[in-house]
């Protein structure tokens, strides 16, 4: 990642952060003082503050990371679904509780 990539990054991020967190707590504080209810609104907005923050800056470093993935046949996604145990049968394992050489295991 070159210097202003990360620079831009991270203001993006500081960015994500402020206005997320800010702008929900300034309507609560808003809200409550209109409606004299405090802190209720203030409460909520903060929850909703620090959700929104939270899903921004995951979505942005989700977004970064795949695309400083690298692309090509030795980056494949991991076997999922009906690929993820079917490997060779390693010579001398069974699978009735016994270890090399029909050495006896306890079961776990």
Not at 55 to 73: C, E, I, Y
Request: aromatic share 6%; net charge negative.
């Amino acid at each position: 990642m070159k210097k202003w990539d990360a620079a831009s990054l991270a203001l993006n991020l500081s960015w994500t952060m402020l206005f997320s967190l800010l702008v929900p707590l300034l309507a609560g504080i808003w809200l409550d003082k209109r409606l004299d209810t405090t802190p209720l609104f203030i409460l909520i907005g903060a929850g909703l503050g620090i959700l929104a923050a939270t899903v921004g800056v995951a979505r942005m470093a989700l977004r970064t990371f795949s695309q400083a993935a690298p692309k090509g046949p030795e980056s494949r996604p991991l076997a999922t679904g009906d690929d993820a145990g079917c490997q060779a049968p390693v010579e001398g394992l069974t699978s009735d509780n016994q270890g090399p050489a029909g050495i006896e295991e306890e079961p776990e």
